[in-house]
């Protein structure tokens, strides 16, 4: 048995998930969401309240996943001509070179495959400055705490399906300042991409359908959602059946009850000035 620590660092709140991994099943222990209570912080600056946060909750050494918002990590699809993922993974820099907003010397890279192409593979290649990845993991690894994993939350959308009791499915985010959509196969990651929100149409509805369709003009061919799950902090306040009407979709609000083995606050439970259960 494994105990996790899981830290979503989104723009709106930081999340603390502590999850304990045995046989293959997991299960969350305990959830905490903190507002930063500080507009447009830094991922460095998200990073150390969350760290902060973790005093009293986790022992030292204990492994941390860190989840970063979709539309702070640079995403491209790419189609390479080998399908072992060494040979891949040692010729990544050559096949992005020019292909990034910065210098490929100041980058971290790594790639997830989402599909065949012929007698070599597609993939989503996944980028960051150094310097930046460096900011988000010091925080962690100054108070003991091991930072195992670094991901971006479209990359986990095919986890969701199993929550969602769903298989093949595209997925939007809808946050305040950031969109992501991701779109699944079977539980596998066939396309994303996360983008600055940017409404500029007469409806939000509007302007996320044509974000989404210019979204899916980089897909590969054939990959496009039959059904589209909207969650996010803006979630609520969209109008689900103009959305899929716009985007000749269905278009649902996704709705998960609880986490696998999630502790439940009870009803008498109250909340300190820091947003902690007690």
């Known amino acids: ?33 903190f507002a930063y209570g500080e507009p447009e912080l830094s991922l460095a600056q998200r990073a ?60 971290v890279m790594d790639f997830v495959v989402t599909g065949h192409e012929g007698g070599g593979r597609r993939i989503l290649v996944a ?4 310097t930046v ?13 091991l930072v195992r994993l670094v991901t971006a939350d479209v990359l986990c959308a095919g986890a969701l399906g199993r929550l969602l009791g769903v298989s093949d499915y595209g997925l939007l985010q809808v946050d305040v300042a950031g969109w992501k959509l991701a779109v699944c196969r079977d539980r596998l990651l066939l396309f994303a991409r996360g983008a600055p929100a940017a409404p500029a149409a007469a409806s939000m509805e509007e302007s996320l359908a044509g974000w989404v369709r210019q979204s899916m003009m980089a897909a590969p061919s054939g990959v496009a959602p039959q059904v589209l799950y909207v ?16 985007l000749a979709l269905e278009v649902e609000k996704a709705v998960i009850d609880h986490l696998p083995g999630e502790k439940r606050p009870d009803a008498n439970e109250t909340a300190s000035p820091d947003g902690r259960s007690k």
Request: hydrophobic share 50%; aromatic share 6%.
């Open 127 to 130: 980028a960051m400055r150094r």
């Open 231 to 246: 969650t996010g902090y803006e979630a609520n306040a969209l109008d689900c059946q103009a959305l899929g009407a716009a």
């Open 1 to 33: 048995m494994a105990v996790v620590l899981g830290v979503s660092l989104s723009k709106e709140a930081a999340s603390l998930a502590l999850v304990e991994v045995a046989g293959g099943n997991v299960t969350v222990k305990n959830l905490w969401t």
């Open 48 to 107: 150390a309240f969350a760290a902060e946060r973790t005093a009293g909750l986790v022992l030292p050494k204990t492994p941390v996943a860190i989840c970063l918002p979709g539309d702070e990590v640079y995403l491209r699809p790419q189609t390479v001509p080998f399908s072992k993922r060494s040979h891949i993974a040692r010729t990544l820099a050559f096949e992005m070179e020019d292909k990034l907003p910065f210098e490929l010397d100041s980058a």
């Open 133 to 145: 990845l460096e900011g988000v993991m010091a925080p962690f690894d100054s108070r003991g705490l």
